[in-house]
Nanobody, 126 residues
Framework: QVQLVESGGGSVQAGGSLRLSCAAS????????MGWFRQAPGKEREGVAA???????RYADSQKGRFTISQDNAKKTLYLQMNSLKPEDSAVYYC????????????????????WGQGTQVTVSS
């Protein structure tokens, strides 16, 4: 099974940027759907951005235009570039992989993913 390790979290002021990385233990290109999720204290885990096995992407509405998901196949790494960060973006961010192909509507559903990283904390101050 694939193992995932996130990095790149930290503290930043509102309006700033961070880039999260997720290193996979095996190649995920065209094999897994990959996604970024986040969970704030007292809230349910929610989808942020995802890439399907066909390369299609999906973003949660609140992240459109601010976040960009990408993957470097040679490095077996998934990225999440986060710009114009807001205090409400503060959460633990998780990388996840789904072995099965997911339809566009399922890409941001946490329950569809089989493998998870340990998470990385993002804190945005106002």
């Amino acid at each position: 099974q694939v193992q995932l390790v996130e990095s790149g979290g930290g503290s930043v002021q509102a309006g700033g940027s961070l880039r999260l990385s997720c290193a996979a233990s095996e190649y995920t290109y065209k094999t897994y759907c990959m996604g970024w999720f986040r969970q704030a204290p007292g809230k349910e885990r929610e989808g942020v951005a995802a890439i399907g096995r066909d390369g299609s992407t999906r973003y949660a509405d609140s992240q459109k235009g601010r976040f960009t998901i990408s993957q470097d196949n040679a490095k077996k790494t998934l990225y999440l570039q986060m710009n114009s960060l807001k205090p409400e973006d503060s959460a633990v961010y998780y990388c996840a992989a789904a072995r099965s192909g997911l339809g566009w509507w399922s890409l941001l559903l946490p329950g569809m993913y089989n493998y998870w990283g340990q998470g990385t904390q993002v804190t945005v101050s106002s």
